[in-house]
Nanobody
Framework: QVQLVESGGGLVQAGGSLRLSCAAS????????MGWFRQAPGKTREFVAG????????GYAPSVKGRFTISRDHAKNTVYLQMNSLNPGDTAVYYC?????????????????????WGQGTQVTVTS
């Protein structure tokens, strides 16, 4: 059974940091792009960060660029999202996702519809 399991969410004060992890099991996603998305109450799910299969291409939503960093560890079949300088606007459920459309692609998608597998999400709450 293919699973993506996020962890590392929690409650943090503004200006603080969290590191989210997304561990994959059931298959190896090393050849595929991965992404992080988030959904705040009453809002649609939005792209946060993406990484291609080998980490050579990464990208971020304008609202998190310069504060968040996406990375991956093939040996652990895990993707990370380091989040620094958090603010209350970052409060949301964060989801990781895997895009199986192409193997070895040089890019990642910013569209949620392109991702086939999703984790259950982890809550991040930032207080002021």
């Amino acid at each position: 059974q293919v699973q993506l399991v996020e962890s590392g969410g929690g409650l943090v004060q503004a200006g603080g940091s969290l590191r989210l992890s997304c561990a994959a099991s059931g298959r190896n996603f090393a050849s595929h792009a991965m992404g992080w998305f988030r959904q705040a109450p009453g809002k649609t799910r939005e792209f946060v960060a993406g990484i291609n299969w080998n980490g050579g291409s990464t990208g971020y939503a304008p609202s998190v660029k310069g504060r968040f960093t996406i990375s991956r560890d093939h040996a652990k079949n895990t993707v990370y999202l380091q989040m620094n300088s958090l603010n209350p606007g970052d409060t949301a459920v964060y989801y990781c996702a895997a895009d199986l459309t192409y193997a070895g692609a040089s890019y990642y998608s910013t569209e949620a519809s392109e991702y086939e597998y999703w984790g259950q999400g982890t809550q991040v709450t930032v207080t002021s």
